[in-house]
């Protein structure tokens, strides 16, 4: 069975974005970068919420053919345009929309369909609101997360309102010269 990866740049303090959304805070550079893409290009799907995604279509389906495009950009911009993408949305429609499936109610039965379909991991990137809804249906079977050494004090946190214990098994770390540590965990099912 297919697994939902969360994706995501942290704080010390567990937030994922500042108080109206802000991302400045997140430390990426190339060694990331070609870490993440080298986990990414092993994917077939993405998993967004509706902004997140709204943000994502804006750059990634051009942004390897701009003329001062990066190595990153031009493979991402390409595994972009191929992944097939689901995003959880109740105002968007799929009408014209390429490789994207939208899900809009019964997302438990709907990501659990996704679920059992042939393929590897989904990896659900960003999208702090669709990742609290998926914890709280808990949908969410492992966390990919990039800790920044930043302390906000303040913004959108990764777990709120969380209604039980979710046990995680630590998989992988990795220090960056950056000082972003990686956390690769899988949800304890059992």
Avoid: C
Wanted: avoid cysteine.
């Amino acid at each position: 069975m297919r697994r939902v990866i969360s994706f995501m740049h942290i704080s010390l303090d567990g937030f994922v974005a500042g108080p109206n959304g802000e991302l400045n805070w997140a430390k990426v550079d190339e060694e990331i970068f070609d870490h993440v893409g080298r986990r990414i290009s092993e994917g077939d799907t993405a998993m967004y919420g509706r902004v997140t995604y709204q943000m994502m279509e804006s750059y990634w389906p051009t942004a390897g053919d701009k003329p001062a495009a990066t190595k990153h950009d031009i493979e991402h911009s390409k595994w972009y345009k191929n992944a097939q993408k689901v995003v959880l949305s109740s105002t968007m429609k799929e009408a014209g929309l390429t490789n994207t499936k939208i899900i809009s109610d019964n997302l438990s039965d709907r990501i659990n369909e996704i679920k059992q379909q042939a393929g590897n991991d989904i990896l659900l990137f960003g999208s702090p609101t669709a990742t609290h809804s998926l914890i709280q249906l808990d949908l969410i079977d492992g966390y990919w997360l990039f800790v920044n050494p930043i302390i906000l004090g303040r913004g959108i946190p990764l777990f709120t309102d969380i209604r039980h214990n979710v046990k995680l098994n630590l998989l992988t770390t990795r220090q960056f010269t950056s000082g972003v540590t990686e956390l690769n965990y899988i949800v304890d099912k059992h």
